[in-house]
């Protein structure tokens, strides 16, 4: 029986052994798997953080188109403010030429009464400053 039971020992021995190592293989799995949960935890932290950025951008981006559409807009109304003002100054540019033209007539005919007032008078002629007879 003694060698039945050195068999047996020695069979114990050898599944005691692979037991082990099967164990510290285990060990060494849930090691790995719990580093790979962490990492998945670090990057679905990750992926939030992304998101969040991303929904700010978009936000922030909206933010922006808006205030472009109300640049372009008040432009446009600047552009017809500008245009109607430039219509205003051309209607005074021909009112001050019109009255340019006129003073330069006023002017002319001032100028000729003061030569006719200057000419001798003729015999025979009325005398302009007595009324006539």
């Not at 969040?52 to 807009?73: F, H, K, M, P």
């Not at 000729?112 to 007032?117: H, K, L, P, V």
Request: aromatic share 2%; charged share 20%; glycine share 6%.
């Amino acid at each position: 029986m003694s060698d039945y039971a050195d068999a047996m020992r020695k069979t114990a021995n050898t599944l005691f052994a692979a037991s082990r190592r099967t164990s510290e293989r285990a060990e060494g799995a849930v090691h790995a798997s719990n580093e790979a949960s962490d990492n998945v935890e670090v990057a679905a932290a990750a992926a939030e953080a992304m998101s969040t950025s991303i929904n700010e951008i978009s936000r922030q981006l909206g933010q922006t188109n808006d205030l472009v559409s109300n640049a372009v807009s008040d432009a446009g109304s600047t552009n017809v403010e500008i245009g109607g003002l430039a219509k205003a100054a051309q209607k005074i540019g021909d009112v001050v030429k019109l009255i340019q033209t006129v003073a330069g007539q006023t002017n002319l005919l001032a100028l000729n009464a003061t030569i006719e007032a200057a000419r001798p008078e003729r015999p025979g002629a009325a005398s302009r400053s007595s009324p006539p007879r």
